[in-house]
């Protein structure tokens, strides 16, 4: 179920970025060069985006950075938002992909309790993040606060990132559970609010750490109190 939800929305998602003129086809002459050139060119862009808003962004620092010649920027991307929109492209993909590759991985999803299945996707985006921090701070920033121009862009990307956040599983597990006098929207607020700020707090203590040292089973301990303190507040 799970899966085939989240094929769907590659599915939607490479589609929708085809529509927008972002496919491969545009791109022949980026997608030619080496590898590893391509991905250092990729990352000192979006280092470059992070360190400072859109409009002060330079691409002269970032040529430099990546050390490619002053014209070949704009011989791959032809302008400055042309590249920053492939940055938001493709860092949506591959967190797509990353997902996809955890939850294959995953054969009792489905069987899990509620508490379970929310800690379960909280500890796969902590590991995401936590190995692709420059790419996970390029798309909170843009998405949190997009540039004026851009926003357009952005806003209508919003539903692709569904699968970074818990509201897929909340709405399944909390229909017809709660209480006759208890908005269900509200619920849902709430939930989202103390998982929000339970995930900025252990992303904040734990990203500098190696993966052996954090341990799973004492967050997961404590996420779930959390969440059984809210539960009895709100089901039937």
């Known amino acids: 179920m ?12 490479i589609d929708y970025k085809n529509k927008e003129g972002f496919n491969d086809d545009k791109f022949v002459k980026f997608n030619k060069i080496n590898k590893l050139k391509k991905e250092k060119i990729i990352l000192c862009a979006i280092e470059e985006f992070n360190s400072k808003n859109y409009d002060e ?12 010649g002053k014209g070949m920027l704009f011989y791959y991307f032809k302008s400055k938002e042309n590249l920053f929109k492939y ?9 797509l992909y990353l997902i996809k590759e955890k939850f294959e991985n995953i054969n009792n999803f489905n069987n899990l309790g509620f508490e379970e299945k929310l800690f379960l996707l909280f500890k796969i985006k902590i590991e995401i993040y936590r190995k692709n921090l420059l790419i996970t701070n390029f798309i909170i920033k ?6 004026e121009i851009l926003k357009y862009f952005i806003c209508k990307l919003y539903n692709f990132m569904i ?3 818990p509201d897929f599983i909340i709405d399944e597990e909390i229909v017809g559970k709660i209480k006759e006098n208890i908005d ?8 989202l609010f103390v998982i929000k700020g339970f995930e900025e707090k252990i992303l904040l203590n734990v990203k500098n750490l190696p ?9 997961s301990k404590e996420f779930i109190e959390y969440l059984t303190i809210l539960r009895k507040g709100f089901e039937k």
């Open 211 to 219: 993966a052996y040292d954090i341990n799973f089973e004492k967050i």
């Open 163 to 165: 699968f970074l956040s």
């Open 57 to 68: 962004a330079s691409t002269n620092s970032i040529i430099k950075k990546a050390s490619i």
């Open 142 to 147: 843009y998405f949190s606060n997009p540039p």
């Open 2 to 13: 799970i899966l085939q939800k989240l094929n769907n929305l590659i599915e939607t998602f």
């Open 184 to 191: 269900i929207n509200k619920v849902k607020e709430t939930i």
């Open 87 to 95: 940055l938001i492209f493709y860092s949506i993909e591959k967190f």
